[in-house]
């Protein structure tokens, strides 16, 4: 009797308890979500609307915006591919091999999340420069690769390097050695063992270290803005024509653009968000 | 597997090469662009008035924008984990969306909102509060693009306690502070911290976010790294790689904090 009741009295005050304490921590988390990140979104989506149907497409489609889609997604998909091949080779190497410095060079993958994009720019658009460090072996060919959409690239690639890199390296490290001694037991080769055997079960994390960097290098501006000329028509990138319709007061194109962007972020997120439940499921 | 030597070699070299190329030339060349005629031109960089201006902005911003997301972080963990509700994963889901909205269309969303033109702008110039090209519109896109970061490394560890304790000590008598105070966050610190170091890092290094809102005015509303852009844009060199340096050493101290915290708390390395 007696434990019952305490048991009971312990219930409601967890009951009363429960709402006292949810109160305050809602309130914080819905006021910052909503001035931050909701409202916001709401002006975004309701001002590139406000144009009307015909007129946001003719924004969203306006030739300058088209070319500045094609500088974005292309680019940031060659340099998502480059470090989708490259990125698996160095998180193979890391996770795999031995050799002096490892550790520290494994932790200096992380220096375009720690370095601030502006400064990252500043430092590949003075060495990729026709007489930087890098640039210069490259300018007797009559290639240049800072103030152009190769500079664009190597932005690019700077930026979304390490999420495949980070993707896929606690999955090589849990990766059972029982699945290669089995390969070769049957007489598999080395390059056999990997194309046939590894290679398919790091593909979903690949594609979704891949997907990451993508929707990385996308978006990005800091790098970019400080690497490239962003003259119409030949490098200019998406983000940049959203900031520079923004400073000649076209809020109609900024927003409609800006909402392009936004949902094509969306999508990819989507996207990543099913890549990951693919590769639990591989995992399993 | 039974790769031979010789391709070992092979792609340890390639790796390295793709990663001096990529990434330690460029990290080593902001040092040498900032030191590389001695420390003269680096000191008077810093003697600049505009250069101490925006060392002031981006503090400022960073010591108001810090506090407000961790307070966020802290509350959004709370409410997500101690309590089931529909809609869950689609809240855990939007907290998330900065990290993928470009940092330009962040801005550019607060500017629709708080700008002359936008939704609040009349009201807020009526009393005469300036947010876009100001203080608070820093501070604002500051948070936006740091939203995530805490809330992410103290959901899993809450979820990995469990209610137990708090229960025990809520039957115990405990005030819901106290619980807080001496049981929960004693077992999520070590995550707070890795969050908190991340939000620093980025508050104090964002640029495109901030860039649309502030204005970038050298000397007004320009932070840190928009003077690296700015100075730059406006051939003073020497300027922008005094400030880059200055950022650069900041990222990398944050970077060897981080290295330190994951290997104390064995937080998995993540992306």
Do not use: D, K
């Given at each position: 009797m007696a434990i019952s009741s305490s048991s009971y009295q312990t219930a409601e005050q967890t009951k009363q308890s429960y709402w006292s304490k949810i109160s305050l921590p809602w309130v914080v988390t819905i006021v910052q979500l909503s001035l931050i990140l909701l409202l916001p979104m709401a002006a975004i989506v309701t001002k590139s609307f406000t144009v009307g149907p015909r007129e946001f497409w003719r924004l969203a489609t306006q030739p300058i915006a088209l070319s500045a889609y094609d500088v974005s997604f292309i680019t940031a998909?060659?340099?998502?591919?480059?470090?989708?091949?490259?990125?698996?080779?160095?998180?193979?190497?890391?996770?795999r091999y031995q050799f002096p410095g490892k550790k520290l060079i494994d932790a200096a993958i992380d220096i375009p999340f720690a370095l601030p994009t502006s400064v990252a720019g500043l430092a590949l658009a003075s060495i990729y420069s026709t007489n930087g460090w890098i640039g210069e072996f490259f300018t007797p060919f009559g290639i240049k690769i800072a103030f152009t959409r190769l500079g664009v690239l190597v932005a690019m690639i700077f930026i979304s390097l390490p999420f495949v890199v980070r993707t896929l390296q606690p999955v090589l490290l849990e990766l059972e050695p029982e699945i290669e001694e089995a390969a070769w037991s049957l007489g598999a080769s080395a390059g056999q063992t990997f194309w046939r055997v590894l290679l398919p079960l790091l593909i979903p994390s690949i594609l979704t270290g891949v997907a990451l960097g993508f929707a990385r290098a996308v978006g990005e501006y800091g790098t970019v803005v400080l690497v490239a000329s962003s003259i119409p028509f030949k490098d200019l990138i998406a983000p940049i024509l959203v900031l520079q319709r923004l400073e000649q007061y076209d809020y109609a194109s900024a927003a409609v653009i800006g909402t392009v962007l936004l949902i094509i972020s969306l999508v990819i997120l989507l996207l990543i968000n099913l890549l990951q439940q693919w590769s639990r499921r591989y995992a399993e | 597997m039974r790769s031979n030597k010789s391709t070992q070699i092979f792609l340890i070299g390639l790796s390295l090469l793709y990663l001096v190329f990529l990434l330690f030339i460029p990290a080593i060349f902001i040092f040498y662009g900032a030191f590389h005629r001695g420390i003269e031109p680096f000191l008077e960089a810093l003697g600049r008035r505009d250069f101490q201006q925006a060392v002031r902005l981006t503090l400022i911003a960073t010591a108001i924008?810090?506090?407000?997301?961790?307070?966020?972080?802290?509350?959004?963990?709370?409410?997500?984990?101690?309590?089931?509700?529909?809609?869950?994963?689609?809240?855990?889901?939007?907290?998330d969306l900065p990290f993928s909205i470009s940092p330009v269309v962040a801005g550019l969303m607060l500017v629709l909102l708080y700008g002359r033109n936008g939704w609040f702008g009349g009201w807020l110039e009526a009393i005469g509060f300036k947010v876009i090209f100001a203080l608070p519109g820093i501070v604002m896109a500051t948070c936006f693009v740091t939203l995530p970061f805490v809330v992410r490394e103290i959901i899993p560890l809450m979820q990995e306690i469990g209610q137990e304790q708090e229960v025990a000590a809520r039957t115990l008598g405990a005030s819901e502070w106290q619980i807080f105070r001496r049981v929960t966050l004693p077992s999520i610190r070590w995550g707070l911290l890795y969050g908190v170091l991340l939000t620093n890092a980025r508050a104090l290094g964002e640029f495109g976010a901030v860039a649309v809102v502030s204005g970038s005015v050298l000397g007004r509303t320009a932070t840190l790294p928009i003077f690296v852009e700015q100075a730059f844009k406006n051939y003073l060199t020497e300027a922008a790689f005094a400030a880059a340096a200055i950022l650069a050493l900041f990222g990398l101290v944050s970077l060897v904090l981080k290295e330190i915290l994951e290997r104390r708390s064995h937080i998995p390395i993540k992306s």
């Open positions: 998909l060659a340099a998502g591919l480059i470090n989708g091949v490259m990125g698996t080779i160095v998180a193979w190497v890391f996770v | 924008a810090v506090p407000l997301n961790t307070v966020f972080g802290l509350c959004a963990a709370w409410a997500i984990t101690h309590r089931q509700f529909r809609g869950r994963s689609l809240l855990l889901s939007f907290i």
